[in-house]
């Protein structure tokens, strides 16, 4: 079946500008993740969301960062007044439920370029 | 939070065992130990997780130290496939998603 997709792949911009990032998580995965992985890095956690629930943002790095989940399936991230240290590969994931138990899936990631 | 400590790197003989280690001293009752690995230019892949008690799959064993203060993922039979980072990561049990990545451990295969 079909897993995580991200798009775009690529994105470069220029510092100051707004992106948008999309995630498609596997269908029927009710919690879907957002992860920021710089160079040479691990993966910074940056925001949750699980069902119907109010999404856990304590991740998020600025108030510059926001992300939404319409309609429990599709998630786009949006980076406003883009900076250069927001360059980084952005990585989604989902899983078929919360909890420390469940397998997560990631899609291949958007890598972000500010210039 | 608690967190995982495991070595930067790690080299190994291509078809020989590779034995990757991860300290999680603060480990609480509830959580899960977690392996991912990531392959360059990919996303994260699972590759095991655990509880209490040692697990085997497909792709990997993993021993469970009995306090839980430390655990060993174990690649039975290393291929060059198997180069990529390592991920030691503790997830909340009771449903929270508190948890910690990490850097990982970057795993080099030898020909």
């Known amino acids: 079946g079909a897993g995580v997709s991200q798009s775009p792949s690529n994105k470069v911009t220029e510092k100051g500008k707004d992106v948008e990032l999309r995630c498609d998580p596997i269908?029927?995965?009710?919690?879907l993740y957002w992860y920021r992985q710089s160079l040479g890095q691990g993966l910074e956690f940056l925001i949750y969301?699980?069902?119907?629930?109010?999404?856990?943002k304590s991740g998020l790095p600025s108030d510059r960062f926001s992300a939404e989940r319409t309609g429990g399936s599709v998630s786009t991230l949006t980076i406003q007044r883009t900076q250069q240290e927001d360059s980084a590969v952005y990585l989604c994931?989902?899983?078929?439920?919360?909890?420390?138990?469940?397998?997560?899936?990631f899609g291949p990631g958007t890598r972000l370029t500010v210039l | 939070d608690a967190k995982t400590t495991q070595p930067n790197s790690m080299e190994s003989n291509e078809e020989e065992p590779v034995h990757l280690p991860c300290n999680h001293s603060?480990?609480?009752?509830?959580?899960?130990i977690h392996w991912y690995r990531q392959l360059p230019s990919q996303g994260p892949e699972y590759v095991i997780h655990?509880?209490?008690s040692n697990v085997n799959n497909r792709m990997a064993s993993l021993a469970i130290a009995e306090d839980r203060k430390s655990s060993t993922l174990i690649l039975h039979r290393a291929t060059l496939r198997d180069a990529a980072v390592y991920y030691c990561?503790?997830?909340?049990?009771?449903?929270?998603?508190?948890?910690?990545f990490g850097t990982g451990t970057s795993l080099t295969v030898i020909p």
């Open positions: 994931a989902s899983s078929t439920r919360q909890g420390g138990y469940n397998e997560q899936f």
């Open positions: 603060t480990i609480s009752g509830t959580d899960y």
């Open positions: 269908s029927g995965h009710t919690a």
């Open positions: 969301f699980q069902g119907n629930s109010a999404p856990d």
């Open positions: 990561i503790l997830r909340d049990g009771g449903g929270g998603n508190q948890f910690y």
């Open positions: 655990g509880l209490t």
